[in-house]
């Protein structure tokens, strides 16, 4: 967005396995015959129990490359240092989730390519994406026959949801200057505004609406990519579940029960893209779960997230490079599961 991951199988457990087998079928001879012990006796038979072995399931190899990381502001690292790449207008760090991970993973040169750029919506993946520094390429032709890893994080462009946030600040200062003339303050003045239209749930249409164009897009990117393994990255928890715990970085003029209002469109949001991943047969990658105890409220030592005031330099209610190495580890889980 733009301001605009299961134990491996133990080798140790998988050989033991295959020892016990081989020693078993060594201590039987093929005519049935039994070996005599020192003592002249023969050990007993085990007991048939007429049950075939249970096989041991053999763990997914991890993704050799080469590697296309596609997605928004969240995945290019808007404003950590350093940016690399083209166009400038893309905002990518050398420190982003897919730069970390291609290096755990050994991958460098043509075997990496990160086309992610801040801003970017699900149609920029297909089409050409102006920016303030450049116009960056459709995302989706970085993709070749040859590609055998993909991830992506986008949708929240989409969704609209930086514009959510927005209009929830604007929402709830007008709603401060009211109490202030004594008009009294409402529960949730941005979760009203946005179901006094028509009633309905406009952010949830939004969400809807960038699925069905995500849908469409992980189809296009098995089409260039067949024996590539897909991986859709999920939003990380910008707010705490106790909306409470924000009064000391927001101050008590946004509502508690707006900031639940926002908590609840963002687990809309990442429910969409785990749905459209397992539909399409790609891989979500969870990040609200890691980054619990990690959001913008967390304080500076410990958040993942920046507040609407960030640390100097940094962009506001985006990942910081705490938050890129969270999201890194995610993935690194997920792709060695």
């Not at 396995?17 to 093929?30: H, P, Y």
């Not at 207008?89 to 970390?100: H, I, K, Q, T, W």
């Not at 970085?249 to 639940?260: I, K």
Request: charged share 15%; proline share 8%.
């Amino acid at each position: 967005m733009s301001l605009s991951v299961r134990p491996i199988g133990t080798l140790g457990g998988v050989l033991s396995a295959g020892l016990a087998a081989v020693l078993v079928a060594g201590c039987s001879g093929s005519s049935g015959s039994e070996t005599v012990a020192a003592g002249g006796s023969a050990p007993p038979r085990a007991a048939a129990t007429g049950a075939a072995p249970t096989p041991t399931p053999t763990p997914t190899p991890t993704p050799t490359g080469p590697y296309v990381a596609l997605g928004d502001s969240y995945t290019a690292g808007l404003k950590i240092s350093p940016q690399v790449g083209e166009p400038k207008g893309c905002s990518r760090s050398a420190v982003n989730y897919p730069s970390l991970v291609a290096q755990a993973l050994g991958l460098a040169g043509e075997r990496f390519r990160d086309v992610s750029c801040s801003g970017a919506r699900t149609g920029d993946l297909t089409g050409a994406q102006s920016t303030e520094g450049g116009v960056n390429p459709p995302q989706l032709d970085a993709l070749t026959p040859a590609t055998r890893l993909v991830t992506l994080g986008i949708g929240g462009n989409d969704a609209g949801f930086m514009e959510v946030v927005g209009q929830c600040a604007k929402e709830n200062l007008v709603d401060a200057l009211k109490g202030l003339v004594g008009s009294g303050r409402a529960a949730a003045p941005c979760r009203d505004s946005y179901a006094a239209a028509d009633g309905g749930d406009q952010v949830q249409r939004k969400v809807d609406s960038a699925g069905e164009r995500l849908g469409e897009t992980l189809k296009e990117v098995k089409r260039r990519s067949p024996q590539a393994r897909v991986y859709v990255v999920g939003y990380p928890a910008l707010l705490p579940a106790d909306p409470a715990s924000c009064v000391p970085v927001l101050g008590s003029t946004v509502a508690g029960g707006d900031l639940g209002f926002l908590v609840e469109k963002e687990q809309q949001l990442n429910a969409m893209l785990k749905r459209r991943a397992e539909a399409a047969g790609a891989v979500f990658v969870d990040l609200s779960g890691p980054s619990a105890g990690h959001d913008m409220c967390a304080g500076e030592t410990a958040r993942w997230v920046e507040p609407p005031f960030p640390t100097q330099g940094l962009a506001a209610i985006h990942p910081n490079a705490k938050g890129q190495e969270g999201a890194a580890a995610a993935v690194l889980k997920a792709l060695r599961g």
